[in-house]
């Protein structure tokens, strides 16, 4: 059974930066699979961050691009989020995600539980 | 970047069918966006609907489905249980970028 578990700061400061790791068990980082970030602000809908191969290859959302860095952690099997100048519109539950390869599509079949994250001073 | 608009909220009787849509701002949604449809419950993770447009992970129950629909993207509910009362999202892929739709929430009553 793969499961997924973020760690982190509940609290960030305005200006500073968000970071945030995602730990996988049940799967490796390096399998054939794309991990992801998604958050979603209180009370409103999803938005995707982007996701990352093993290789490093990344995706990432246009909107949050110059500000995201993601990366990949082989030896501890967990991939990480960083976040820099945030502001309170950066409030959100964070969730990482696997998409599995199926045949040539990715399934997005395995998510977090959720991490809050509060940007305040 | 592409804006997906999903209708706000609908409401459907238990045992009735319901459709979902999903359109884009850059234009016609096509099969080569491969939409996925999820769902949300209140304090939940999004679980993956429906991916591909019409494929369905195993643990999608058989009433839903979805389709291309006159240049969207379509999420159809036939036989609507309360359980499926939820927020549901759309999503589509731009080259390898992922866009949320503004999400649906459905009520069965």
């Known amino acids: 059974q793969v499961q997924l578990q973020e760690s982190g700061p509940g609290l960030v400061k305005p200006s500073g930066t968000l970071s945030l790791s995602c730990s996988v068990s049940?799967?490796?980082?390096?399998?054939?699979?794309?991990w992801n970030w998604v958050r979603q602000p209180p009370g409103k809908g999803l938005q995707w961050i982007g996701e990352?191969?093993?290789?490093?290859?990344?995706h990432l959302n246009p909107s949050l691009k110059s500000r995201v860095t993601l990366s990949v952690d082989k030896s501890n099997n967990h991939f990480s989020l960083k976040l820099s100048s945030v502001t309170a519109a950066d409030t959100a539950v964070y969730y990482c995600?696997?998409?599995?390869?199926?045949?040539?599509?990715?399934?997005?079949?395995?998510w977090s539980q959720g991490t809050l994250v509060t940007v305040s001073s | 970047q592409a804006v997906l608009t999903q209708e706000p909220s609908l409401t459907v009787s238990p045992g009735g069918t319901i459709t979902l849509t999903c359109g884009s701002t850059s234009g016609a949604v096509t099969s080569a966006h491969h939409p996925y449809w999820f769902q949300q419950k209140p304090g939940q993770a999004p679980r993956t609907l429906i991916y591909d447009t019409s494929d369905k992970p195993p643990w999608t129950p058989a009433r839903f489905s979805g389709s291309l629909l006159g240049g969207q993207a379509a999420l159809t509910l036939s036989g609507a249980q309360p359980e499926d009362e939820a927020d549901y999202y759309c999503?589509?892929?731009?080259?390898?970028?992922?866009?949320f739709g503004g999400g649906t929430k459905l009520t069965v009553l």
């Open positions: 990352i191969y093993h290789s490093g290859v990344t």
């Open positions: 049940g799967d490796s980082i390096s399998s054939s699979n794309w």
């Open positions: 999503m589509v892929s731009y080259s390898g970028v992922r866009v």
């Open positions: 995600a696997r998409s599995n390869i199926v045949g040539t599509i990715l399934l997005f079949d395995y």
